[in-house]
């Protein structure tokens, strides 16, 4: 099928709304492929390694949209840039774009059109985001760089600008956070409550955001720092201001920080910083040791009520999980070993192959799919989402992916996580079932059966209602587990022999 490009000029639009773009583009008949992607050299040469770029849109420019799409001919293509102008069109008239003041183009329209605003959401092309932040911060305005793909030393240096201004910069790549209640990012709809949450984690943070809610407690703020401000290389800037943030806040009376193992200089300066706190602190760094996300939020909850918790591998009952593991392995072939986990979480992925490998052999290294044992792969990199959206908004590479893996004869359990909240899928579950039925169907015409573990990262506020998902997984025969840690102990324990 042959590839055509539609090129915009002038006709900026932010990466989750392309991200939007690119699902509804696919979901034209006899669209095989699509993008929606801003003309950067970076984005181009993105479109060219997927076979998705033309010559039209060779000279495309950083400001101009480039609509990508295999399609079966010039007619369907064309169907599908109509697709994303009516679009566009009804996200505009649905904001008020059509009907009332013009939508500001810069930020000095926007801080006229909003002079009390003191936060700056940034979400443009990694290459231009540090610039755009960086005159927020000059304008005093905290920021949430959701922008990835931002260098390393442009971090560094507007995060100590932001210090220097006494302002916070929430990223590069922070993709959840909460600040006075109000939801930023892929955020879940909690309670404002007592807990405030420091995190180096997107998907980390809702998994310990909604388990506290769960648990019937509140969050007073979740200030999200980026994942590479653990490194060494950055130095904990931003963690440290947010550690120090929730110390200050009358409404915080628990501190939880979270995030992937610190760097070794980053770690002894925060284990300082805690200590002379003044607040209780629930810890966690992924993969660090057995204790897991779920631990830390329940460990959150019981400091903020004067409890002690006691980590358990299971919250239900262990005849509950003999049980679970006798159903799961019915009917399973002797070549069928090996647990394959088909994430949309970077930190969940993580935390799944830690418990896979702290049970089980054979676990391959990494979150790349990649390895012929135990394997978890993170469909939220860079390298699977190249023209698509990311599978927290559109689940079609998960889908193949969950075919790949059922196509392997020694495929013993599907691992799964299922993540809810403001600007995700809204009915993931219902979006997977058709693949996981699939799955099934496939290891039942080979002479086996496969099992498929699942969690749901969410709550029942939530757009997509975490208890139906929930029941709607399990009416099709998943195993759903309280809790990710959960969900790969078990899925380890069906594979072990």
């Known amino acids: 099928m042959p590839a055509f490009n539609f090129v915009w000029r002038s006709a900026y639009h932010d990466s989750v709304t392309l991200m939007r773009l690119a699902r509804d583009l696919e979901s034209v008949p006899g669209v095989a492929r699509a993008a929606a992607m801003m003309g950067t050299p970076g984005n181009r040469a993105l479109m060219q390694d997927a076979g998705l770029l033309t010559t039209a849109a060779e000279a495309a420019g950083p400001i101009d949209l480039v609509i990508a799409v295999v399609a079966d001919d010039e007619a369907t293509a064309r169907q599908a840039e109509e697709a994303v102008r009516a679009a566009l069109s009804g996200r505009a008239t649905a904001s008020g774009g059509s009907s009332e003041m013009p939508r500001p183009r810069t930020l000095a329209s926007a801080l006229r059109a909003a002079p009390d605003a003191n936060i700056a959401l940034i979400s443009i092309p990694g290459l231009y985001a540090a610039a755009e932040a960086r005159r927020a911060l000059r304008a005093g305005l905290h920021v949430m760089l959701f922008s990835d793909n931002v260098p390393v030393e442009q971090e560094i240096e ?200 702290t049970t089980l052999g054979d676990v391959a290294p990494g979150v790349t799919g990649t390895g012929g044992g135990h394997r978890v792969v993170d469909l939220g990199e860079d390298v699977f989402t190249v023209g698509r959206p990311h599978p927290m908004i559109d689940g079609t590479v998960r889908r193949e992916w969950i075919a790949r893996e059922a196509a392997d004869p020694s495929t013993a359990a599907l691992l799964l996580d299922i993540v809810l909240g403001h600007g995700a899928h809204p009915d993931p579950a219902g979006e997977l079932l058709p693949a996981i039925d699939a799955a099934r169907d496939q290891a039942s015409r080979r002479g086996g059966a496969l099992a498929v573990v699942a969690s749901v990262t969410g709550t029942d506020a939530d757009p997509q209602n975490r208890s139906a998902q929930v029941s709607r997984l399990r009416g099709a025969g998943v195993v759903v587990m309280p809790s990710n840690a959960q969900a790969a102990r078990l899925a380890a324990r069906i594979a072990a022999r």
Request: include cysteine.
């Open 158 to 357: 507007l995060k100590r600008l932001a210090r220097e201004r006494g302002l916070m910069l929430m990223g590069p790549d922070c993709g959840t956070a909460i600040v006075n209640g109000v939801p930023l990012g892929f955020a879940n709809v909690v309670s404002r409550g007592r807990i405030g949450i420091a995190a180096a984690s997107g998907t980390g943070a809702q998994e310990v955001m909604s388990t506290i809610a769960r648990c019937g407690e509140g969050v007073s703020h979740v200030i999200g720092v980026g994942g590479r401000d653990l490194s060494d290389a950055v130095g904990g800037l931003a963690m440290e201001q947010a550690i120090d943030a929730l110390a200050a806040d009358p409404a915080t009376s628990v501190v939880c920080v979270i995030g992937k193992p610190p760097g070794g200089t980053v770690a002894r300066r925060l284990e300082s910083q805690i200590a002379r706190l003044g607040k209780p602190c629930a810890l966690h760094f992924v993969g660090s040791t057995t204790a897991s996300l779920e631990d830390c939020a329940r460990d959150a909850v019981a400091l903020a009520r004067g409890e002690k918790h006691q980590p358990v591998a299971f919250t239900i009952p262990d005849a509950e999980v003999a049980h679970m593991v006798s159903e799961a392995r019915r009917g399973r072939r002797p070549e069928q070993r090996f647990v394959r986990g088909v994430y949309s979480g970077g930190t969940l992925a993580w935390e799944a192959r830690s418990v896979l490998d």
